[in-house]
């Protein structure tokens, strides 16, 4: 049999175990992009961290946006707007003080070093009452801590083999350091900002859904932590903040 076939054989499995879940019904990254549509609206200046291939939310005005990215050629595929940016995250953002009235960033800050740094930044850029959505993996969640445990040789072949996008769209170097709910909101806070919403996501088993035996012992234990509200724990956080007076 086709280690593929079998493969997805094995995920489709794991699916039908989702309908018994009620944590599996949202979606943090379809929260983000829903709310950053709303925010954007009629903005002087909007900048996206780490814009990649595609912006994923929706703008009136697409040249009120600079896209920004390490690569380059990723973003030169990106046809939202042609205001592109090869800006490198992990050092200071080229943007003058209070210039911008919102920031979005989607799966970006896990790759970012210096959190300290990048949110530091956030706040001399952004306009007093300028806002920020940032969506990103916590280093709590359970693939999170098998990133960690793993050697890169057996990570790589694992992306390789049980993710058909591993090319395009994964194994990209994350930093797992102080990126988490408590660790981020502690964060803004110190640097002045203010987190005015937040959401969360537990279900990050679909990584795990070539086996489903662990497949369903993972979403037991997501249940839990989502039952108890234990934001420290969730896979993935969203943060709306503002820059107040």
Same mark, same amino acid.
């Given at each position: 049999?086709d280690? !593929?076939?079998?493969?997805n054989?094995m995920?489709?499995? &794991?699916?039908?175990? %989702? &309908?018994?879940?009620?944590?599996?019904? @949202?979606s943090?990254?379809? @929260?983000?992009r829903?709310?950053?549509?709303i925010?954007s609206q009629?903005?002087?200046l909007c900048?996206d961290l780490?814009? #990649?291939r595609?912006?994923?939310?929706?703008?009136?005005?697409y040249k009120n946006i600079?896209l920004?990215?390490?690569?380059?050629?990723?973003?030169?595929?990106?046809?939202?707007?042609e205001n592109? $940016?090869? +800006?490198?995250?992990?050092n %200071?953002l080229s @943007?003058?003080?209070?210039s911008?009235?919102?920031?979005?960033s989607?799966f970006?800050?896990?790759?970012i070093?210096?959190?300290d *740094?990048?949110?530091q930044?956030? /706040?001399?850029?952004l306009?007093?009452? #300028?806002?920020?959505?940032?969506l990103f993996s &916590?280093g709590?969640?359970e693939f999170?801590?098998l990133? !960690? +445990?793993l050697p890169?040789?057996i990570? &790589?072949l694992l *992306?390789?083999?049980l993710f058909n996008?591993?090319t395009?769209?994964?194994?990209?170097?994350?930093y797992?350091?102080n990126c988490?709910?408590?660790a981020?909101?502690?964060?803004?806070e110190?640097?002045g900002?203010?987190?005015?919403?937040?959401?969360?996501?537990?279900? /990050?088993?679909p990584y795990?859904?070539?086996?489903?035996p662990?497949y369903?012992v993972i979403?037991?234990?997501?249940?839990?932590?989502?039952?108890?509200?234990?934001? #420290?724990m969730? /896979?993935?956080?969203?943060?709306? $903040?503002?820059?107040s007076?």
């Amino acid at each position: 049999m086709d280690f !593929r076939i079998l493969i997805n054989g094995m995920m489709k499995i &794991s699916a039908g175990f %989702n &309908s018994m879940f009620i944590h599996t019904k @949202f979606s943090v990254a379809e @929260f983000y992009r829903n709310r950053s549509t709303i925010l954007s609206q009629n903005k002087y200046l909007c900048i996206d961290l780490g814009s #990649g291939r595609k912006l994923t939310y929706q703008m009136n005005n697409y040249k009120n946006i600079i896209l920004t990215d390490i690569d380059y050629k990723s973003l030169l595929l990106n046809k939202a707007t042609e205001n592109r $940016i090869n +800006l490198d995250l992990n050092n %200071n953002l080229s @943007f003058m003080d209070k210039s911008c009235d919102l920031i979005t960033s989607e799966f970006v800050f896990e790759h970012i070093s210096d959190k300290d *740094l990048m949110i530091q930044e956030i /706040s001399r850029i952004l306009k007093y009452n #300028g806002k920020a959505i940032i969506l990103f993996s &916590s280093g709590n969640a359970e693939f999170a801590i098998l990133n !960690r +445990l793993l050697p890169e040789k057996i990570k &790589s072949l694992l *992306l390789k083999y049980l993710f058909n996008d591993y090319t395009k769209k994964r194994g990209h170097k994350v930093y797992y350091g102080n990126c988490n709910y408590n660790a981020i909101k502690l964060i803004i806070e110190k640097c002045g900002l203010t987190v005015i919403d937040s959401k969360v996501s537990y279900f /990050s088993a679909p990584y795990f859904a070539f086996f489903p035996p662990l497949y369903f012992v993972i979403l037991i234990w997501e249940a839990i932590i989502n039952a108890l509200s234990i934001k #420290g724990m969730s /896979s993935y956080v969203c943060f709306e $903040i503002i820059k107040s007076n």
